[in-house]
């Protein structure tokens, strides 16, 4: 039986700009639990880190795809809507913070900033 942790979050001093968000759906044949995950399980943890400028991004995807207008067929790289869409820095520093305090010292930051992970 597979099982999903939670773990209450205690005085997180960034907690303005940390959410928590459990999942809405328990996927069929696992259980909810409080219980502690065993120290010798491993796992992959991603950490989303809210996204920056989406009025920036929509409007390079509104020029790319107007056939009247100047974008029109212009694709943006996929390095540059990450450029667009960088999180803002206090969000990120947020993040890391939480990881940092919560004992999570080792984490890497995706190439756009938009997830951390560990």
Same mark, same amino acid.
């Given at each position: 039986?597979?099982?999903?942790?939670?773990?209450?979050?205690?005085?997180?001093?960034?907690?303005?700009?940390?959410?928590?968000?459990? =999942?809405?759906?328990? =996927?069929?044949?696992?259980?909810?639990?409080?219980?502690?995950?065993?120290?010798?399980?491993?796992?992959?943890?991603?950490?989303?880190?809210?996204?920056?400028?989406?009025?920036?991004?929509?409007?390079?995807?509104?020029?790319?795809?107007?056939?009247?207008?100047?974008?029109?067929?212009?694709?943006?790289?996929?390095?540059?809507?990450?450029?667009?869409?960088? =999180?803002?820095?206090?969000?990120?520093?947020?993040?890391?913070?939480?990881?940092?305090?919560?004992?999570?010292?080792?984490?890497?930051?995706?190439?756009?900033?938009?997830?951390?992970?560990?």
């Amino acid at each position: 039986m597979r099982t999903v942790f939670f773990s209450a979050l205690a005085a997180v001093s960034s907690a303005a700009l940390v959410q928590v968000h459990e =999942p809405s759906v328990i =996927p069929t044949g696992w259980t909810k639990t409080t219980d502690e995950a065993p120290s010798s399980s491993m796992f992959r943890v991603n950490v989303g880190v809210k996204r920056g400028n989406m009025d920036g991004v929509r409007k390079v995807l509104k020029a790319v795809s107007n056939p009247l207008g100047e974008g029109y067929l212009q694709y943006p790289t996929f390095d540059q809507i990450g450029e667009l869409s960088r =999180p803002k820095p206090e969000h990120s520093r947020a993040v890391k913070k939480w990881l940092s305090e919560s004992g999570i010292t080792s984490f890497k930051t995706h190439t756009h900033g938009d997830y951390v992970h560990f």
